[in-house]
């Protein structure tokens, strides 16, 4: 069965601070991996698309890298703007059903 | 653009009320996907369409229906509404399976 796994559930950091969030993944044929940024009480902001292992994707603060096996969100220089949950998913090749398999997220606090 | 929008914010339904929750899109994407989102759980989808006139069930498709008679809109149906339907309902789009999928803000709904 398809599944993706985020971990740490939670991550509090310094200001300036940098370090990564782990995306872990089993799908029968990987056709992308998705990074979201959700705020409290607003729908996922789309941050990047991966679709092969060894691709990296940045945004300012943020990078994104994918291996066969899972996918690692680094923050370099966090700061209290990045506070959000940041969510993994996954789209495979097989079946007819459009579906993203979402991962629970990761709740990221940076303090100042 | 707006985007994708949604209304309405809010809402409070008795047990056995029906009502309808309304989703646009002005990107001109051929996908659209409604999907609910529970307390420690990732982002299920209900139902998706792949342009108008046609739909699936996605998930977790049981208490709802939905339609698509234009690009722009697909409106989601709940039926005898019952609490376990508690939940913030969030519409997106996509340009095409595959790509990535653009959220609107999201209905809380509440069923009591």
């Known amino acids: 069965e398809d599944q993706v796994t985020q971990s740490p559930e939670a991550l509090r950091l310094q200001e300036g601070e940098s370090s990564s969030l782990n995306c872990s993944y089993t799908?029968?044929?990987?056709?992308?991996l998705f990074w979201y940024r959700q705020d409290p009480g607003k729908g996922p902001e789309f941050l990047f698309t991966?679709?092969?292992a060894g691709e990296e994707k940045e945004k300012e603060r943020l990078k994104a890298t994918l291996t066969k096996k899972e996918s690692f969100l680094h923050i370099t220089a966090p700061k209290p703007e990045d506070s959000a949950t940041y969510l993994c998913?996954?789209?495979?090749?097989?079946?007819?059903?459009?579906?993203?398999?979402f991962g629970t997220g990761t709740l990221l606090a940076v303090q100042p | 653009n707006a985007g994708v929008t949604q209304t309405p914010k809010f809402r409070i339904l008795k047990i056995g009320q029906s009502m309808t929750l309304q989703c646009t899109q002005d990107?001109?994407?051929?996908?659209m996907y409604w999907y609910r989102q529970d307390p420690g759980m990732g982002l299920k989808l209900i139902y998706y369409?792949?342009?108008?006139?046609?739909?699936d069930k996605g998930e977790v498709p049981n208490g709802y229906n939905v339609s698509r008679s234009t690009t722009e809109d697909f409106p989601l149906r709940l039926e005898l509404a019952a609490p376990s339907q508690t939940s913030v309902y969030f519409c997106?789009?996509?340009?095409?399976?595959?790509?990535?999928?653009?959220f609107g803000p999201g209905t809380r709904l509440t069923v009591t």
């Open positions: 990107m001109n994407h051929n996908y």
């Open positions: 369409s792949v342009g108008a006139g046609i739909t």
């Open positions: 799908v029968s044929g990987l056709r992308g």
């Open positions: 998913a996954v789209m495979n090749y097989g079946g007819a059903t459009n579906k993203l398999i």
């Open positions: 991966l679709y092969s």
């Open positions: 997106a789009s996509s340009w095409d399976r595959g790509y990535e999928q653009y």
